[in-house]
């Protein structure tokens, strides 16, 4: 047993173990709690893997922003029947079979794909690569293989870059962003 | 730090190790930050208030947080009966945490990094950030309503002020090109005028700025709204006593000193003097050099927690809607005005003139800084004789001595 595997069976487990906790517990803040553990585990697993870069933004967005926005919603808002939550039965049995079926998916896809190849070289790209690619620059592709793919498909890489999905994205984002600005204002009353 | 262990142990155990001294490192940086920052603390306020502070305890008082944490570990550890106390004995730990993990990615020197990440800058954002949740959480958990107040402030506050400073770390970071802290502050090798601050008027507005957002989001006073003793009993602690209350005052002083070593890497040179013209631990040996380098860094984190306290102690509290006035109308816009503008600086302003400007700007703050200094000596300290007020009231007696035959 390697550090790597025994690492990723710790953080395996805690994330999974807090994700049951946010199904399984009654209280709101207790759920939003285990969500916080879940998605450091997820944070912390891409940390491991060598992603830095969506392991930050995972904190940064679901932990830093996303959460603390539905925690401070949950304690202006809760109140009686909103802070014990009650799952009916039929909710329960509908929800496990959906689960089911979703687990025995992935472990038959998990089965049916290749270990992927080595890359040529052990370094991993850092963010730079990423931010050119958004930027238009074509020549930032990882050179390895792709891989997840069934075995003997060739698959030609095209030189992709990313400036107008990245740039639609950014519209949307700005365009959400006037827009809770302009339900938020303050109201003035007509004059009449 | 792995290299030097492999040397004495096989392959995961030197990893193991260099971990384990690396954070224990961390924790005692911390606690003996916490231990003389809480001592100045009380010093630097009651000098402002015109008081001596503590003097009892050991030479200066310097030994009073030893009797303070004595105090506070044997206390009593309560929670009230309404509490959530799961979450209630949880949230002092998680506020810790955050506050901790900030200084992994924190270079005390050239390569004295815990963790070397290309992303360090955009690391501590983003671990700083989640600090919130440990106050909002005790704030929750406290079953009081004073509490749940400071909660929600606190929330509001630092989800808003973490937009503006995130803004003001990518202004340093667009003249540096990377996010790797431990190249940033390799770059600033060298006399003072190569730091960031000087290298145009952007960064260097944008260094105050992120100085008083970083201030905010520590929620330090004059932005301590989430624990106003005068409206709020004590803000988000109030239920909290001994050893749980002392994890939230190393949490702030955690992310004081995190924050401030943010700013003296992105802005001020790192762990350079300026006035040394290469990098210490090159010429000076490893030892010798990192020694000094690790000293400056920790000098100019000091340098900046101080102020901090200064501020605290001279300026009034504000209002909560003013705090978020300040961030919302003033601090973000200027802040993306700051951006654009640092942008349009390194595409279009040619290099000689910007050559000049940097000096000038460096040239100027050190020689301003050099006659405040002057200045400060030049003047003998305002004296009057018994029963009579100094400077403006020359002359005046004062109604308040008391008359000693």
Request: hydrophobic share 55%; net charge neutral.
């Amino acid at each position: 047993m390697s550090l790597p595997v025994v690492l990723f069976a710790l953080l395996a487990t805690v994330t999974a173990v807090s994700a049951l906790g946010v199904v399984l517990s009654r209280n709101v803040v207790r759920m939003a709690v285990w969500l916080l553990f879940t998605l450091i585990g997820v944070s912390l697993l891409y940390l491991l893997l060598g992603a830095e870069f969506v392991g930050a933004a995972q904190l940064i967005v679901y932990v830093g922003g996303t959460l603390v926005l539905l925690v401070f919603g949950v304690m202006l808002t809760a109140q009686g029947p909103l802070r014990e939550l009650r799952t009916p039965a039929a909710q329960l049995v509908v929800g496990g079979i959906l689960g089911a079926i979703l687990v025995s998916l992935l472990i038959v896809v998990s089965y049916h794909i290749v270990l992927p190849n080595p890359p040529e070289q052990d370094k991993l790209p850092g963010v730079a690569s990423l931010g050119l690619a958004f930027l238009g620059v074509t020549e930032t592709n990882p050179p390895a293989a792709l891989t997840g793919l069934p075995e003997g498909t060739r698959v030609a890489r095209t030189p992709v870059a990313y400036l107008l999905p990245f740039e639609i994205v950014s519209v949307h984002l700005l365009v959400v962003l006037i827009g809770a600005a302009y339900l938020a204002r303050a109201k003035r009353r007509v004059q009449s | 730090m792995p290299e030097f262990w492999s040397v004495y142990l096989p392959e995961p155990w030197n990893l193991v190790a260099a971990g384990v001294v690396a954070a224990a490192a961390l924790f005692g940086y911390i606690g003996i930050s916490t231990f003389f920052a809480i001592w100045a603390e009380r010093k630097v306020s009651a000098r402002i208030q015109d008081r001596l502070g503590p003097t009892r305890v050991g030479p200066f008082g310097l030994l009073q947080s030893l009797a303070d944490g004595i105090k506070l570990i044997s206390k009593e550890d309560v929670a009230p009966a309404g509490a959530d106390r799961f979450l209630f004995k949880l949230a002092p730990y998680l506020a810790f945490c955050a506050a901790f993990c900030g200084f992994l990615a924190l270079p005390f020197g050239k390569g004295l990094v815990a963790l070397e990440l290309n992303i360090a800058a955009f690391f501590m954002l983003a671990v700083l950030s989640s600090e919130v949740f440990g106050v909002v959480l005790a704030g929750y958990a406290s079953a009081n309503k004073w509490s749940l107040f400071g909660g929600v402030r606190e929330a509001a506050q630092v989800v808003s002020y973490e937009v503006p400073r995130a803004m003001c770390v990518v202004i340093p970071v667009c003249v540096a090109g990377t996010l790797n802290l431990n190249l940033i502050g390799q770059q600033q090798t060298g006399w003072f005028w190569n730091w960031n601050l000087f290298h145009d008027p952007f960064t260097f507005v944008a260094f105050f700025i992120f100085f008083i957002c970083a201030t905010a989001s520590c929620k330090r006073a004059p932005f301590d709204l989430a624990e106003a003793e005068s409206e709020l009993v004590a803000g988000f602690h109030t239920e909290y006593s001994g050893i749980r209350w002392s994890y939230f005052f190393l949490a702030e002083y955690g992310s004081m000193f995190a924050v401030s070593g943010l700013a003296s890497l992105l802005f001020l040179g790192g762990w350079h003097t300026g006035l040394l013209p290469f990098e210490p631990s090159e010429v000076w040996g490893f030892w010798w050099g990192n020694l000094l380098n690790a000293a400056v860094f920790i000098g100019k984190c000091w340098l900046l927690v101080g102020v901090m306290m200064w501020m605290r102690w001279s300026l009034p509290r504000l209002r909560i809607d003013q705090v978020m006035m300040t961030c919302l109308q003033y601090f973000l816009p200027i802040s993306c005005g700051l951006l654009v503008g640092v942008c349009l600086w390194l595409l279009l302003v040619p290099a000689g003139a910007a050559e000049v400007v940097r000096y000038a700007l460096a040239l100027g703050t050190a020689g301003f800084l050099l006659t405040l200094i002057v200045s400060l000596f030049r003047y003998p300290p305002m004296s009057a004789p018994r029963g009579q007020l100094p400077g403006a009231w020359d002359g005046v007696r004062t109604p308040l001595t008391i008359q000693i035959k």
